[in-house]
């Protein structure tokens, strides 16, 4: 723009707004507690479909975000052959929501962490910062998303998702 037409001796104020995702709906899909859909092989389509039904109301303008608020899987604690068998599930079923572009966030839940520890490696490896970094209603993350935001419209009005992730809701991880 022309500084001479748009400031004040020669001072510009710029105001940036995020661009929140919207496609018209006012209404969102909240899932949780999945576990048994990873863990179960012959329970693994449910979670499929589950989600390819959200894409289908997506496209069609009847939702507009779908949250999954933990539990992606059921076992981290017994052995990583296991542990990332149902992550691998898990992920599969939340890259069905990723391809087709819908926004959709997911945060921890007690079974996704593996306790000795706490440790989050399982779910870093299929669900950390690198895999949403580029959707554009992620808004960012702390400690590689264990906890994040996601900017979203719903209806008429603006949100912020923030997603605190499981067994690490102190103080410190709150302020920063």
């Not at 926004?103 to 000795?116: I, Q, R």
């Not at 669900?127 to 949403?132: A, I, K, M, N, S």
């Amino acid at each position: 723009v022309p500084l001479e037409s748009y400031s004040y001796k020669k001072k510009m104020r710029i105001n940036a707004m995020p661009d929140l995702v919207f496609n018209g709906s006012d209404t969102l899909i909240w899932n949780s507690d999945t576990q048994y859909y990873s863990r179960f092989e012959d329970l693994n389509e449910f979670y499929y479909k589950i989600n390819e039904y959200a894409v289908e109301q997506y496209n069609k303008g009847n939702i507009g975000y779908y949250v999954h608020t933990g539990d992606l899987v059921d076992q981290t604690n017994v052995g990583s052959e296991i542990a990332n068998a149902e992550f691998k599930v898990a992920s599969i079923a939340q890259k069905i929501l990723d391809d087709a572009k819908v926004p959709n966030g997911v945060v921890s839940g007690n079974h996704d962490v593996l306790h000795t520890g706490e440790s989050y490696d399982y779910y870093w490896q299929y669900f950390g910062e690198e895999r949403y970094k580029d959707f554009e209603w992620y808004g960012g993350s702390l400690n590689n998303n264990m906890h994040h935001y996601d900017l979203i419209s719903l209806g008429s009005y603006d949100f912020v998702f923030l997603y605190i992730g499981n067994h690490r809701e102190t103080d410190e991880d709150l302020i920063a």
